[in-house]
Nanobody, 115 residues
């Protein structure tokens, strides 16, 4: 059974940094793409960053220059380095992976940025 476990969330002051990690287990084939989404209560889940194959990573305009997505294929892990955090980055962050034609989600990790 595929399982995604996120970690690294927490409370940080504005201007600070956090590094999120997501480990995928139970996957018997290669992961096609890995992404980070975030969601504020009452809002839709939005794509923050995406990485697939050898193509350039995608970033939402709101995080460009501040967030970096990376992956370790040997560990089936995706990271999100978040620098210069702002209050508006506060959300639950979710990991998402595509394996074949199936998307899998993690349980989410809370990121709270205080002023």
């Amino acid at each position: 059974q595929v399982q995604l476990v996120e970690s690294g969330g927490g409370l940080v002051q504005a201007g600070g940094s956090l590094r999120l990690s997501c480990v995928a287990s139970g996957i018997s084939s290669s992961i096609d793409s890995m992404s980070w989404y975030r969601q504020i209560p009452g809002d839709q889940r939005e794509l923050v960053a995406h990485i697939a194959g050898g193509s350039r990573p995608y970033y939402d305009e709101s995080v460009k220059g501040r967030f970096t997505i990376s992956r370790d294929n040997a560990k089936n892990t995706v990271y999100l380095q978040m620098n210069s955090l702002k209050r508006e980055d506060t959300a639950v962050y979710y990991c998402n992976v595509l394996v074949g034609r199936t998307y899998y989600w993690g349980q989410g990790t809370q990121v709270t940025v205080s002023s």
